[in-house]
């Protein structure tokens, strides 16, 4: 295989202007110094992408660095005994596209630890269908089952026609719930009926300041959104449920939050971190992906686009113009 003496990365950096994301050739020698090298062949398009190459604020803590909060590829080299050339590996989290460079770029290097073997029933691109995005749903329902909520309960997605949303949603009804699907895009419900939705809420009916309690409807949630949806959510759980919550497109506050949802109805808010996540969960997630998302749902719900066409990607997920999930192809 011939190698590129330089490769075309999207990368953050400062500027009098603030932290800009530009396209920029870059060589071996400008990658970090990690025991892995990967041949990047797919990255994804997530909401952290947006706010990192477009949102209003400093994203990136560590600059400049290669945007990109995942990556699928091949392995080039290896320092590790652990992992060889030729395996094909994801990495999600672990500080891509904020500390860490990401990939967004031909080749990059990581740490052996951020490694995860890409389960023999998904190509590379179809891992990037599932990104982030859909291994922090996993990671989702996952939480929700080791709590305890039963395969057959009704289970209320937000944000369900985003990226989390649209894979939770099809893991949940694979999983045997009956889905319930909020969402402020009407145009949406064919697409959420087809991954297994089986009816709808208005998103709007779940924004705004609610009740301490409201009337008990749903037996769990995952959670995407946070702030006054996430408030809301929590008070409409029946007795016992579970809310997973792993998002904060809406907020990172919970306004009017009281404790009554969690002392008089014992409904849990379980946190779910899918940057840090330890190898055990992280191999059950994608174990569990395999398994339940079939390549021809990932078809459905997923689209290619080129790499050159982020950085008005970007804007458009943070507007909420994205249906489901954007793999992104670094080569293009």
């Not at 998103?203 to 408030?231: C, F, H, I, N, Y």
């Not at 029946?238 to 014992?266: F, K, N, Q, W």
Request: glycine fraction near 10%.
């Amino acid at each position: 295989m011939t190698q590129p003496s330089s490769f075309r990365a999207l990368v953050v950096d400062d500027t009098d202007d603030g932290q800009v994301a530009q396209f920029r050739e870059l060589t071996d020698a400008d990658l970090p110094d990690h025991d892995v090298l990967v041949e990047v062949e797919y990255s994804s398009l997530n909401y952290k992408d947006g706010l990192v190459i477009a949102g209003p604020q400093k994203m990136a803590r560590r600059t400049p660095l290669v945007a990109g909060a995942d990556l699928a590829g091949t392995i080039l080299e290896s320092g590790n005994p652990d992992w060889k050339p030729g395996d094909r590996v994801v990495v999600n989290g672990w500080g891509l596209s904020e500390t860490q460079s990401g990939g967004y770029t031909r080749r990059q290097r990581v740490k052996p630890e951020w490694l995860v073997r890409i389960p023999d029933a998904f190509s590379t691109r179809d891992a990037m269908a599932v990104g982030t995005a859909g291994y922090t749903s996993a990671l989702c329902l996952d939480a929700l089952e080791r709590y305890g909520i039963a395969s057959d309960a009704e289970l209320l997605v937000t944000g369900a026609a985003g990226g989390v949303g649209s894979i939770a949603v099809a893991l949940a009804a694979t999983a045997g719930h009956t889905v319930v699907a909020a969402t402020g895009r009407p145009e949406t419900h064919d697409f959420l009926s087809e991954l297994g939705a089986s009816s709808f809420v208005d998103r709007a009916e779940l924004q705004g300041r609610g009740r301490p309690l409201g009337k008990e409807r749903w037996d769990a949630a995952v959670d995407a959104v946070g702030g006054s949806t996430l408030v809301n959510v929590l008070s409409q759980i029946r007795y016992g449920g579970a809310v997973a919550a792993c998002g904060l497109t809406e907020s990172p506050s919970m306004p009017d939050a009281t404790v009554l949802p969690h002392i008089l109805r014992g409904v849990a808010l379980l946190g779910v971190d899918s940057v840090m996540a330890p190898a055990q969960l992280r191999r059950s997630a994608w174990e569990r992906l395999a398994r339940d998302l079939p390549a021809s749902t990932l078809d459905s719900l997923s689209r290619v686009e080129p790499l050159s066409d982020v950085p008005r990607l970007a804007e458009e997920i943070l507007a909420g113009k994205v249906r489901g999930r954007v793999v992104v192809d670094v080569t293009a």
